[in-house]
């Protein structure tokens, strides 16, 4: 596998397993390298390869670094299937490298990467929530009540991590990992330093790769528990909520209207057609207080009997109260913006032609029929009588015979 | 009010207001927080209008209404799926006019007139279900004929 000239660099890290260091290094050794980061432009090659043992189950996420192409599996950790093979000469410079990517070989595997490979209607972003180097005890409340909040559809991360600086331009590389790694579009990062006290990051993602960021600071924070209402009125988990945003400031305002736009996206659960009504339960309050300063509720419905089939509405606080003060923000470039506003072209609804509906005769069709050019046209002479006169022809014929035979 | 419209988008149960503006902020956090539910409530209950006046089918658990498609549009986060080339036996079939038909679990029998399944237990069309069956020669052991 070593060529001469060649960098090659191995990662392995350790999510939690217990890996020792000659496992990794057996792994090194058995390997042929799977992934592979093509860095063209340097005056060698460096091949970095990073193996990810995730779990006992023994699903290995293997990557490249930094954007990881597909994924390895194997069975227990200590092996993992090579994704990649690569061919390469020694020679440093611009040479292109061939590869072969291989598709995964069991039932369940393929079935893992199917789930998710993108779709043509998509719904129920995932959020990942994680801290920083430094976070204090209000931030810790406001990370575990999102993720209560969002419970089924979002995995917290209890480690901190240093190298996760979302509005630096090399600080994303773990996030975008992450992001790849638990198939993750939205996050929220917490951390807390002098300068931007009880600091919260969220962001989404496209394709894997940072999308648009609102950097927001926390202020007045109420926490879940702090409330106290009937049991009944609790909301459940999975509901989906209603949204209510107030203030001009929403229309007005760039970093108000981008920070409704995440909030929706973040809250709104899946995207369903079908709806219990009964069900409804839970409502976010946003209101605009200034042109950077927005309270946020969330609070639960009840619903009362009034005369009319509409239910009179009632809010109760329930859940976390925060005031978020939109510190930065990031928006979107312009052809990422394009590319995932993109509409698929089969969910365009097409138009019925040529049919229309009448109260008197109900569903009309028209047929639009080529001139026949009815009576313009020449008959072939192929009338039937033409074989009765070949028949009598023959008959007559016969007849002939045999008067001559007798 | 005259500005009570407020922009509805059922498809995400969103309600906004974007007319309304704080002219003094209230000075004690709890009626700022008063206020605040008091507009929410209003919204909420205009969204509640919309929705409980759509067309619902009953169900045991409560009415089910059909919501449309949301109006605020939210970035995909992932790119559209790619079409796949066709594979060759796609194309084979293609070009000789090969349509795929599924086999039905139950098909009519026209000798009972009666509906009975493809394979397994009381079969259509079974070979065995004959009711004369000629015999073979190397049937010889199992048939005892007394032949005078």
Redesign the interface.
Known sequence: MTSIGMKMSFLAADMGVGLTATDSRTVANDLIPTVVDINVNAPGFEIVFLVLFYGSTGITLVGEYPNPVGYGYGYGYGTALPLLHGYWDGFGGQRRIMLQIKTPKTGRSKREVQKRAPKLIESGKKTLILHGTKTSDVLNVILSDIHHLKKGESIKYSRKNDSIRPFESGGETSLEFFSLKTDCSLFVFGSHSKKRPNNLVIGRTYDHHIYDLVELGVENFKSMESFSYGRKLAPQIGSKPLFAFIGEGFESVEELKHLKEVLLDLFRGEVVSNLNIAGLDRVYVCTALSSNKVLFTHCALRLKKSGTIVPRMELVEVGPSMDLLVRRHRLPEESLRKESMKKAHELTKKKEKNVSRDSIQGKIGKIYMPDQQVGEKVLPNKAKGVKRERREAKMKGEAKRQKQDS | MAEQEYEIDL????????????PS?PSS?EE??KA??E???K???A???A???LP?ID?P???????PQ?T??????????KKKPPTKWELFAQKKGIVQRKKDKVVFDEQTGTWKRRHGYDRVNDDNDVPIIEAKASDGKYLTCRCF
Do not use: Y
């Open positions: 498809g995400n149960l969103m309600a906004f207001d974007g007319h309304h503006h704080f902020l956090r700022l927080v605040c539910l507009k929410g409530t919204l909420v209950q969204v509640a209008d929705l409980f006046n619902s169900d658990d409560g009415p089910i209404v059909t919501l949301p605020t549009r939210l970035p995909r986060e992932k790119p559209l799926p």
